[in-house]
């Protein structure tokens, strides 16, 4: 007979962290979205933890950490590595315990993140390229320091501190039946999944992972937690290459599946979580939305997504913009050939100005020795509505003459 593992946390671990975090963390607003539950055919609400202090649901696990420190630990002070929303989360979390942080990050980590960390009281130290770079030089100054390493993910009162975000869902959305966020070690699902399950066996809560950063579902077909040999996604938040140990330990038992979202899909979502619901979130707190995006008809209501940060730089901001306009079929490109006379460009550009489609860019080629004596060819870059209303386009060049290339 085998024997269950104990958990490594329980309910009452993240009971006992949410009294903790009382007056520390923010209980963040419950957001209905009209156009996510229609396309579900059931209610859809958006948990907003982009709007939670440093801008991420980290600070919860990050103070409850910390606060559990003994006095001679608390005195050597804490040292944690991050990209971002962890760093941001233990630089607030030990200045508001009176402990003296550092915190590392990537050489290329955005200024405003770097910043912030700074401003929220952490001495901040820029070491490597990659996070493992820098997560090695962060456990090196604990060794060398005595400081307390920091985990992001992989200690159980950091997965009872997040898990304070399930009970304010149960509390917001009693009749919750579907429970979706971001994946990338596993603390927030892990979290969630212990508050949720042991009150409401009935909820289905469901992870997400970016496709180039999935190291859950491997992991959870060996039973354990397999490193992947390199990631590559745009939603830093949940750019892990390997499962903590306390964190999969839950995940395997207690949430009931894992899902992958593309590229695409992650900036389409971020879109839509701008321009419908009016909320700046960052690629991995989007990565719910994604999901819901990709299949719909496969949620449960009422639904409840969880958006896990908002700190995203506004350069990336607006790169992702441009990924999720393209992939939503708001933009145009195409090539065609004129004949070289006066009028002929104007001609073309009050047909596209008919068709209401916005030109972005254009270049003129006369040169080009493909070309005739009296042909030029122009390439244009359009701004649309969407995929109907670029078909339109393209028939209306079609209908005047015009072969696009």
Do not use: W
């Amino acid at each position: 007979m085998v024997t269950a593992r104990p958990c490594p946390v329980t309910i009452d671990d993240v009971r006992g962290a949410h009294k903790m975090l009382s007056g520390v963390a923010r209980v963040t607003p419950m957001e209905g979205s009209r156009y996510l539950s229609r396309l579900v055919a059931a209610p859809v609400h958006l948990k907003c933890e982009n709007l939670q202090r440093t801008g991420s649901f980290k600070v919860r696990g990050a103070y409850v950490r910390i606060a559990g420190l003994r006095q001679e630990e608390r005195a050597a002070g804490v040292v944690a590595a991050s990209a971002g929303n962890h760093a941001q989360g233990v630089a607030l979390a030990a200045s508001l315990l009176g402990v003296r942080s550092t915190v590392f990050m990537p050489a290329g980590a955005p200024l405003p993140k770097v910043a912030a960390t700074r401003d929220y009281g952490a001495e901040v130290r820029l070491h490597g390229h990659a996070l493992d770079e820098t997560l090695r030089a962060a456990r090196e100054y604990a060794q060398e320091t005595g400081a307390v390493f920091i985990h992001p993910f992989d200690h159980a009162d950091i997965v009872a501190g997040q898990g304070t975000v399930g009970l304010e869902i149960l509390d917001q959305c009693p009749e919750v039946r579907t429970i979706v966020m971001g994946m990338g070690g596993g603390g927030l699902a892990a979290g969630v999944a212990v508050a949720v399950k042991s009150v409401r066996p009935d909820v289905r809560v469901i992870g997400v992972q970016a496709a180039g950063a999935a190291a859950y579902p491997p992991s959870l077909a060996a039973g354990r937690p397999v490193g992947l040999d390199s990631v590559a996604t745009m939603a830093d938040g949940i750019k892990v290459s390997c499962p903590g140990d306390v964190p999969f330990a839950i995940v395997r038992e207690l949430v009931d599946e894992v899902r992958t979202v593309s590229e695409d899909e992650l900036s389409s979502a971020l879109l839509l979580c701008l321009e419908r619901a009016k909320l700046v979130v960052e690629p991995a707190g989007a990565s719910p939305v994604a999901a819901l995006l990709s299949r719909p008809e496969s949620f449960d209501g009422p639904v409840v997504a969880v958006l896990s940060g908002g700190n995203v730089d506004p350069l990336l901001m607006e790169r992702i913009l441009r990924h999720g306009m393209a992939a939503a079929g708001r933009y145009m490109s195409f090539r065609l050939r004129l004949t070289d006379r006066p009028g002929a460009l104007a001609a073309l550009l009050e047909i596209l100005s008919a068709s209401d489609a916005n030109v972005l860019d254009i270049a003129h080629v006369r040169t080009d020795p493909r070309l005739g004596l009296t042909e030029a060819e122009v390439e244009l870059q359009l701004e649309t509505r969407g995929p109907e209303h670029r078909a339109a386009v393209a028939e209306a060049l079609r209908t005047a003459g015009y072969a696009l290339l």
